[in-house]
């Protein structure tokens, strides 16, 4: 049986989106751009690579990390590194316990509250897909919670640095908000490149030791999913699945670039110039990932998950951004 005759449309985005996806290579393309870009791909015309690019995005986003690597001061790393543990620890508490407070207080079901916090708290889609097999969570339960946070990243990525500067915070400053209240490790090194480059040191380190969570926090929660499960029928609370969880690998890429540029004579200007190239390369993956966003994803989002991920996200934000005002987180 021959294949049906793809639409006008289809064969529109069949070229389309790769021209598109070479053009924000370009040097004058910034992150913001290329995902408002890809999102007006994806609701209009649709990505007829979605297969593809939904596998190569998360590769290309692991190698502009690294890539970013060259353009920092591991000095600068280290310190803020030591200083973000406590920043990390307080506010993953603080969504965890807002995230279980809200998703009773607005119906949602167990499974999606638990992944939107979790998306919230920690980095995003990359922890919502190492605890969805530490729990078993159904396949539409993970788009749910994918689609709130994408939707949440995309308007942080936009709005987060218009509101720094209405805040009157400086880079410093600006890198830890970001790393602290926006979800996705993407969206804030776009947030805090489009801010300076010293924002972009600080946040970059900030939410990569916020992604370290990631494993230890999966083991949990999938340990204390198999103990209520026990509990529920009556048995013996097996292993966690946890094991199934992925770790950030590319974070000692990122550390290792890093190292590099800060100890070996001569690889400032080298290293500036590969950090520039990943920023360009992070530009393609926004572009890719907006072009992912599909209508369906949009409705599939329902109002109440919506609103719970709206509602913790705003509790985060709010209380990230007074800590830091107030001088309490600095």
């Given at each position: 049986?021959?294949?049906?005759?793809?639409?006008?449309?289809?064969?529109?985005?069949?070229?389309?989106?790769?021209?598109?996806?070479?053009?924000?290579?370009?040097?004058?393309?910034?992150?913001?751009?290329?995902?408002?870009?890809?999102?007006?791909?994806?609701?209009?015309?649709?990505?007829?690579?979605?297969?593809?690019?939904?596998?190569?995005?998360?590769?290309?986003?692991?190698?502009?990390?690294?890539?970013?690597?060259?353009?920092?001061?591991?000095?600068?790393?280290?310190?803020?590194?030591?200083?973000?543990?406590?920043?990390?620890?307080?506010?993953?508490?603080?969504?965890?316990?807002?995230?279980?407070?809200?998703?009773?207080?607005?119906?949602?079901?167990?499974?999606?509250?638990?992944?939107?916090?979790?998306?919230?708290?920690?980095?995003?889609?990359?922890?919502?897909?190492?605890?969805?097999?530490?729990?078993?969570?159904?396949?539409?339960?993970?788009?749910?919670?994918?689609?709130?946070?994408?939707?949440?990243?995309?308007?942080?990525?936009?709005?987060?640095?218009?509101?720094?500067?209405?805040?009157?915070?400086?880079?410093?400053?600006?890198?830890?908000?970001?790393?602290?209240?926006?979800?996705?490790?993407?969206?804030?090194?776009?947030?805090?490149?489009?801010?300076?480059?010293?924002?972009?040191?600080?946040?970059?380190?900030?939410?990569?030791?916020?992604?370290?969570?990631?494993?230890?926090?999966?083991?949990?929660?999938?340990?204390?999913?198999?103990?209520?499960?026990?509990?529920?029928?009556?048995?013996?609370?097996?292993?966690?699945?946890?094991?199934?969880?992925?770790?950030?690998?590319?974070?000692?890429?990122?550390?290792?670039?890093?190292?590099?540029?800060?100890?070996?004579?001569?690889?400032?200007?080298?290293?500036?110039?590969?950090?520039?190239?990943?920023?360009?390369l992070l530009v393609l993956t926004l572009f890719l990932i907006g072009a992912g966003l599909t209508r369906q994803a949009l409705r599939t989002t329902g109002a109440r998950p919506l609103v719970l991920g709206v509602l913790l996200w705003l509790v985060s934000a709010l209380a990230s951004l007074v800590g830091i005002l107030s001088g309490l987180v600095s």
């Amino acid at each position: 049986m021959s294949e049906p005759t793809p639409s006008p449309w289809t064969k529109l985005a069949r070229v389309l989106v790769p021209l598109l996806g070479l053009a924000t290579l370009l040097p004058f393309v910034t992150t913001g751009e290329g995902l408002v870009l890809g999102i007006a791909v994806g609701l209009t015309l649709g990505n007829p690579y979605s297969a593809t690019t939904k596998k190569v995005t998360t590769y290309l986003l692991q190698g502009a990390v690294v890539g970013l690597g060259f353009g920092m001061n591991l000095r600068v790393v280290v310190a803020v590194g030591v200083h973000g543990i406590l920043y990390t620890l307080a506010g993953i508490a603080l969504c965890f316990v807002a995230g279980h407070l809200l998703r009773i207080l607005l119906h949602v079901p167990r499974d999606v509250g638990l992944l939107v916090t979790v998306g919230t708290a920690i980095c995003g889609g990359s922890a919502i897909a190492a605890v969805v097999p530490a729990i078993g969570a159904k396949q539409e339960d993970a788009t749910v919670s994918l689609a709130v946070v994408f939707l949440l990243n995309a308007v942080g990525l936009l709005l987060f640095p218009p509101l720094g500067h209405a805040f009157g915070l400086d880079q410093a400053r600006f890198g830890l908000w970001a790393a602290l209240a926006i979800h996705d490790t993407s969206s804030v090194v776009g947030a805090a490149s489009a801010y300076g480059q010293e924002a972009l040191e600080i946040a970059t380190t900030v939410k990569l030791a916020r992604a370290l969570w990631i494993v230890p926090l999966a083991m949990l929660i999938g340990e204390l999913h198999a103990r209520a499960q026990a509990r529920a029928t009556g048995g013996v609370a097996g292993p966690a699945r946890a094991g199934s969880a992925r770790y950030p690998w590319f974070i000692l890429g990122f550390l290792g670039t890093a190292t590099v540029a800060t100890f070996v004579p001569g690889m400032h200007d080298p290293g500036m110039l590969l950090a520039r190239a990943a920023r360009q390369l992070l530009v393609l993956t926004l572009f890719l990932i907006g072009a992912g966003l599909t209508r369906q994803a949009l409705r599939t989002t329902g109002a109440r998950p919506l609103v719970l991920g709206v509602l913790l996200w705003l509790v985060s934000a709010l209380a990230s951004l007074v800590g830091i005002l107030s001088g309490l987180v600095s």
